[in-house]
């Protein structure tokens, strides 16, 4: 795979780090000669999940193993195999993808992963920006789900203009859970009902169900998930 100069007069090889750093979110996925027969088969055996949620892990351990000299490379390892996932789950047509991208005890990790996470999110997200045509022609809607207000300001800025641009889209759905936790989800919530009862929307203790609580959710427009995968295996 080559690069050539606009005067033809240079040719540069790409390296996998360089591949890597140009990927994009709706690049080409090269598909196995099998792949068709295999979305045919569990389509008709079935059922095909609705929702189906990716823990992403494991991608500092796969920078280790396979020599990296940074674990930041293996986040970016990771984005692009993320980016192959979302392509296999609309070729079997599953609705719904919610993704575990960040933790909130996360930020307990060096400064420097941190802040490239941060700028490689920031980078993806701009990128998807960047990408609205093909995003426009997909119909996905974008949603975050966990703390935003931890987030850099540029990266939050990013994620609410892509949450903003597809909240109308209606071909799927992907829910990228950054940064979180269920604790800190449901904290949040139980603190919404506090401010409700506090203001006097809600009036009678009786009306603090699990119904309501769930509506408080980050993950109250969705369905439940169908399937859990961890990705590193764990």
């Known amino acids: 795979e080559i690069l050539a100069s606009a005067n033809q007069s240079k040719i540069v090889e790409l390296t996998d780090e360089d591949r890597a750093a140009a990927a994009g979110w709706w690049d080409s996925v090269e598909r196995a000669w099998w792949h068709p027969l ?3 088969a569990l389509s008709v055996m079935g059922p095909v999940p609705r929702h189906v949620a990716f823990v992403m892990d494991g991608n ?3 920078a280790r193993t396979s020599g990296m000299d940074s674990v930041l490379k293996g986040h970016q390892s990771g984005f692009q195999q993320l980016t192959k996932i979302l392509e296999w789950c609309a070729d079997l047509r599953v609705r719904e993808v919610t993704v575990y991208a960040f933790s909130i005890e996360n930020f307990k990790r060096s400064e420097e992963e941190v802040g490239g996470l941060m700028r490689l999110a ?9 990408e609205r045509e093909k995003l426009a022609e997909k119909r996905v809607r974008f949603r975050f789900h966990g703390d935003l207000s931890l987030l850099p300001k540029r990266l939050r800025r990013a994620v609410a203009t892509v949450q903003l641009m597809t909240e109308e889209y209606e071909r799927g759905t992907i829910n990228v859970c950054m940064p979180y936790t269920s604790t800190d989800e449901m904290a949040r919530a139980m603190e919404a009902v506090r401010r409700g009862r506090e203001t006097g929307l809600i009036q009678r203790e009786e009306q603090i169900t699990e119904w309501l609580l769930s509506q408080c959710l980050d993950s109250a427009p969705s369905s439940d998930p169908d399937l859990l995968i961890r990705t590193s295996g764990e």
Not at 122 to 130: A, N, P, S, T, Y
């Open 38 to 40: 295999a979305v045919r």
């Open 122 to 130: 920031e980078e993806k997200f701009g990128q998807l920006l960047r």
């Open 60 to 62: 500092r351990r796969f």
